[in-house]
Structure formats: C-alpha cells, structure tokens
C-alpha cells in the first residue's frame, strides 16, 4: 500500500522529467557566450564655459531680435556671453532679400515687415559680455545715437567709432582701455561719455573739442592730472573723476560755467581753485579723502546745496564761506583737523546736516540753534566739555535745546530782556510776542537794515511767533530781501505785511508752524520760485495758488492733505513736488501728465493703496519716491532698486 502511495506519489516528478526531456537541448542550457554590445554614439562633450565659437555668436542674434531691432530701431544684446559681435549686426540697417523679395498679398498681411517700414538701428547694448574686439565695420551703424559697451574686455576701440555723426551716448566703463581713438574727440553730438573703471592714466587734451559734452565720468582710473584746456568744455554739467590720483587742478576749470556736480573724492588734492565762486550753477561738490588743508571763501557759490570734504585735512572753517552759502543743506567736514566752529554757521540757514564728528572740537557755538531746519548733527569723536557727555548722546535736537537755553541766558546775563537776543541770519533773533518785545516796544536793533541788505534775508526762527507787524516787511522789502524765513515758530497763517514783497520774494518758507490755510493773496507774488509749507495744518490750498507760474519747488510734507489740490496741476512751471508724509489716498495720473517739467515726486509714507501702471508712462520723472504706502505693487525690493526699476515695472504692466 505504502509503495503503491509512494509511486503514486512519484509520477508527477516523472512527467516533469520526461516533459523536460523534449526540451531542446539549446533551450535547456543555453550557452554563456560573451556579450558584444553595439558601438555607442560618439557624443562631443561640450561643458558649460567654454570658449565660444562664431558660429555660436551669430546664432544669439536669432530672427526674432532681428526683426525687434528693425522694428524699434534698438537692439538689446546684454549679457549674452558673446565673445564676438555677430557679423550680420553690421549690416542690420541694410533691406534684407526677405524684405526685398516679399509680394503684395503678404504686404497686406505684414506690412510692418516692410524694408521701408524699418527704422534705423539707434541704440545697440552690447554690455556685460566677454568682448575683446569691435569690428571697424562699426562705422555701418550710422544712425546710431547710443553705444553701451560697458562690462567687457575690451583694451581698444576702431578709429571708426569717429564716423558716427549721430552718437550721443557712448558707455566703455569697467573694460580695460588705456586710451581713446583721437577720431572719438571728434564726434559732434557727443553729450554723455562714461569712461570709468578702465586703465586711463590720463586724458586726452582733444577732449576739449567735444563742444556738446554735458557728462563724463573718468573714475576708477589711475589719472594723474587734468589737460589744459579742459575749460571749453562749457556744457558739461557733471564732472566725476573719483578714485583717481589727481593732484591739482587747472586754472580754466572754472570756465566750465555749467558744471553743477564735481566728483574728485579719493584723489591726491592739495588745495581747490580760489576763484570756485565763477562756477555759479555748482550744486554738489565731494572732496572726501584728500589732502585738501584750507577750504576757499566760495564767493558766487550761492547755489551749493552739498559740500563734502571729509577726511582731509582742513583745520579751519571760513567765516566768509558761512555767508557766501545761503543754500548749503549738506555739511560734511568729519575726520579733518578742525579746532573750533566759528558763530558764523548760523549764517547757513538751510543747512539740514551738519558732520564735524572725530575732529578736535572742544566748544560748540550756541549760535547753531537758530538753525530751523537742522535735523542732524554729529559731533561724537570730538573733546567736548561744554556740554555733558549723556545729553551728546541723547541726538541733534536735545544737543540743539540746550544751546538754545545757553544761548537765552547768555542773551540776559549781558543785559537782554528776560527773553533774551542774539543775532543770527541778517536780524536780531529777539523773542517777539505779536512783533514786540515784552516792553512793547520795537527792540530798536530789529531788523539790523545792513544784514538785510548784505543778505537779502530776512529769517527769524524758534521763536514763537504767532504774527509779524507790517512794519518789519516794509524795511525788508526797502533794502531789497527775496529771500523770507519764518520756520519753526507758531503763525496759524501768513502775515498780512507779507504782501508789501509781492514783487520781491523769490523763497517762502514757513515750516514748521501752526498753519491751518493760506490766504489767497499768495497767488500775487510773481517772482516766486521756492516755497516751503512742511509740517504744518494744511489740507488744502487756495484755488488761485495755480497761477504761480515761476514755482519750482513746493514742499507741503508732513500736513494733513488727503489728496494733492488740483491748483497744483496747474503749476507749469513745477520741478519738485515734496508730499511725504500725508494721507494721500490716490495717485491722480492725469493730473501729473499736465506738469510737464515735474522731475521729483515724493509721496513716501502716505495712504495710497494703488500705483496705476500708466504712471511708468511719465518718463519727464526722474526722482520717484513711494515707500510707506499700503499698496502692494510694486514691491519694497523693487522700490529699492530706485526710479528706473519702478518705471520700469510698471510700464511692463500696462494692458496692451
């Protein structure tokens, strides 16, 4: 039984055995033989920086940037890698066999592809590439009005850049140039050259006849000196030469009577021109890091809002250049060799930052708090002693407090009112209450007729005024003043006397007081062109405001104004709208459009909770502030990235 079972049992394994039996002998055990694996393609390889070949330039400028350029007569070709420019690019201003060849049915279709509806190649970018060489075929470009090369490699350019009549901007800065083409001193309508971050040693004296020259920029080099005759440079505006190794200056620099910034910090200068005061549209000057030991007087300078001149070695301020400079907002003198401030810096009444920190000051003036519109003051790094060291510490306006109330007592120890007077700014800085002192009587010193009229200014600042008596505004507008401060008191309007200088006044300013309205009489004054309402009560101005055609400066910061008054728009003649510091809800784009003149908007820290696109449209805006609003485009890295990028975003935003 138990071997009937056991073969029973068996059989199965039998079947599998015979069944493997008619297996194939081949398909039971194949035989290991060695594996041939096909050849594999031969791929280059090509590794990501690598040298870049001809063919591979002339592919960056593809069909589509062609077609762009011939369309728009600029062509973009920055940051592309290109280590040559692409050969066709020369001959982009020629009718292609395309254009040429194209019927009239396909006309019908894309007319805008045809060559006579192609505009000449204007602007070509070649920046932040590898560039080594220029093609003299550059002289095909005729049309050409800006060429930017900058951020390359380039030591030299063709002689044939000379022939393009028509380049008004020409940008080489950061490549490795030692020296321009003599044929470049030649372009006609050359207005902004940017040479810097190169290898010039020196510049070329034919630069002196680029008659239409208004910028250049030569920092960053290793210039020694200035040629001679660089003085007919008569339009040139702007003059930066930082970082170089400039020693003196040449006699004629003066000559240049349009300049209205000069850049020559961190240079090797001994001394400045004595005769500064002939360039008379002169705004900004930066001396810092020189060897510069005496400042000139600046007689004629009036217009200088910026003197910096830190880290030199100057050890005296001159008094005469405190009164010569009625404008200056910016005072930067820290790390110089400066033993004492003279009472005269009173004399600078817009002064709005005064740096005289790590020098060797040991007495502040108490003159310097009657400046109404200095916000900062740093004196660290310096022996004071008049002052204790925990009220230095405590910032500008404790520091300013206190010389004030040295000031007032100083007044009465040598037998002022109880009030107390000290001058300051062409006119006895008497504590009036209504226009009298607390006799009640006119302080017979005030106003000092001769300061009036060797300043032409009539300030009185901190000192709380709630009104003016007519009589001081006869006497200024009798020795001729045109320029009216009354800053930092507490006038809950303008004074009515203020109309006997209708015709005089050029500069109003009234901040920092407690005014609610402006009376409509503000619309008389004709000459006007500075006017100062900031920190005050406003939330609206008189309908007539709009008639001041000769306003060029407005700031109405830091009041109540919920919009900007319509009477605004109407102001021709505006350059610069300060409005920070509002509740200003809306941009009103349209309004904007009819100040053609408009260059600076400030509207930081206010209410507006949209940025309509269309204002990137307004291209006559070239200063554009906005942060410290609620809206949430553009966004704060963008409106760090300054006015170019903010216009920039918004005008790609406009719906097509």
């Known amino acids: 039984m138990s071997d009937r079972i056991g073969r029973g049992r068996g059989r199965p394994s039998a079947r599998v055995n015979s069944t493997a039996s008619r297996i194939p002998r081949s398909a039971q055990s194949p035989r290991q033989t060695p594996v041939v694996h096909s050849p594999k393609p031969n791929y280059s ?160 004296p034919d630069i002196s006849d680029l008659h239409m020259l208004e910028f250049l920029d030569g920092g960053h080099n290793n210039i020694q000196s200035l040629p001679g005759g660089i003085g007919f440079l008569v339009r ?23 300049l209205q910034k000069i850049d020559l910090m961190q240079n090797d200068l001994t001394c400045l021109p004595e005769d500064m005061g002939l360039l008379r549209k002169l705004e900004c000057l930066y001396l810092q890091h020189n060897d510069i030991q005496e400042l000139p007087d600046f007689e004629g300078n009036e217009t200088l809002n910026e003197l910096h001149a830190s880290n030199n070695y100057i050890k005296i301020i001159p008094k005469a250049m405190c009164s010569n400079l009625p404008h200056l907002k910016i005072l930067d003198l820290r790390d110089n060799k400066i033993t004492e401030l003279p009472d005269e810096l009173c004399l600078l009444r817009n002064l709005n930052r005064l740096d005289v920190s790590n020098n060797t000051i040991s007495v502040l003036p108490v003159t310097l708090s009657s400046l109404a519109h200095l916000i900062s003051l740093q004196v660290e790094g310096n022996p004071i002693k008049m002052i204790r060291r925990d009220i230095l510490q405590c910032g500008t306006s404790r520091i300013l407090k206190t010389l004030h109330e040295r000031a007032l007592a100083k007044s009465r120890e040598e037998g002022g009112g109880s009030d107390g007077a000290f001058s300051s700014a062409g006119i006895s800085v008497t504590r009036l209450r209504g226009g009298e002192s607390d006799s009640g009587e006119m302080p017979g010193n005030f106003p000092d007729r001769y300061k009036l009229r060797h300043t032409r200014t009539l300030a009185v600042n901190l000192e709380e005024l709630t009104e003016v008596p007519d009589q001081v505004f006869q006497i200024a507008r009798d020795e001729g003043v045109h320029v009216v401060d009354f800053a930092r008191n507490q006038l809950s309007t303008l004074p009515n006397g203020l109309q006997h200088m209708k015709d005089l006044v050029t500069e109003l300013v009234v901040s920092n007081n407690l005014i609610g309205y402006v009376p409509q009489f503000i619309s008389q004054f004709t000459r006007i062109s500075f006017l100062n309402l900031s920190n005050n009560l406003l939330n609206d101005l008189p309908k007539e405001f709009g008639v001041l055609n000769t306003l060029r400066e407005l700031n109405i910061a830091n009041n109540r104004f ?21 509740h200003i809800k809306m941009l009103n784009v349209s309004g904007l459009k009819t100040m053609p003149r408009l260059s600076t908007l400030d509207l930081r820290n206010n209410d507006i909770d949209s940025v309509p696109p269309i204002l ?41």
């Open 45 to 204: 390889f090509r590794p990501v920086f690598h040298e870049r070949s001809n063919h591979e330039d002339n592919q960056v400028l593809n069909q589509q940037l062609w077609k762009l350029a011939r369309k728009t007569g600029t062509l973009n070709l920055s940051n592309k890698g290109l280590a040559r420019v692409p050969e066709r690019l020369y001959d982009i201003n020629e009718a292609d066999a395309d254009s040429k060849a194209v019927n009239l049915e396909q006309l019908s279709i894309k007319e805008e592809d045809a060559w006579w509806n192609q505009v000449p190649l204007n602007n070509l970018d070649l920046s932040s590439n590898t560039l080594t060489h220029i093609s003299p075929k550059i002289e095909n470009l005729q049309s050409l009005t800006v060429l930017t090369l900058h951020d390359n490699a380039l030591v030299e350019l063709p002689p044939e850049i000379g022939k393009l009549e028509k380049l008004m901007r020409l940008n080489v800065s950061h490549n490795k140039i030692s020296e321009l083409p003599r044929e470049i001193y030649s372009l006609p309508e050359l207005r902004h050259l940017n040479i810097s971050y190169n290898e010039f040693k020196e510049i070329d």
């Open 562 to 582: 919920q919009f900007i008054p319509n009477c605004v728009y109407e102001l021709q003649g505006l350059e610069i709208l300060i409005a920070s510091e509002n």
């Open 616 to 656: 990137g449209n307004l291209t006559n805006i070239t200063h554009l502030e906005l942060v410290g609003n609620p809206f949430r485009q553009p966004r704060h890295q963008i409106l760090m990235k300054g006015t170019d990028a903010i216009m920039s975003y918004l005008r790609d935003r406009i719906p097509t």
């Open 236 to 258: 040139l505006t702007a003059l930066l030469l930082p970082y170089n190794h400039i020693k003196e200056l040449p006699p004629d620099l003066v000559n240049m009577r349009s």
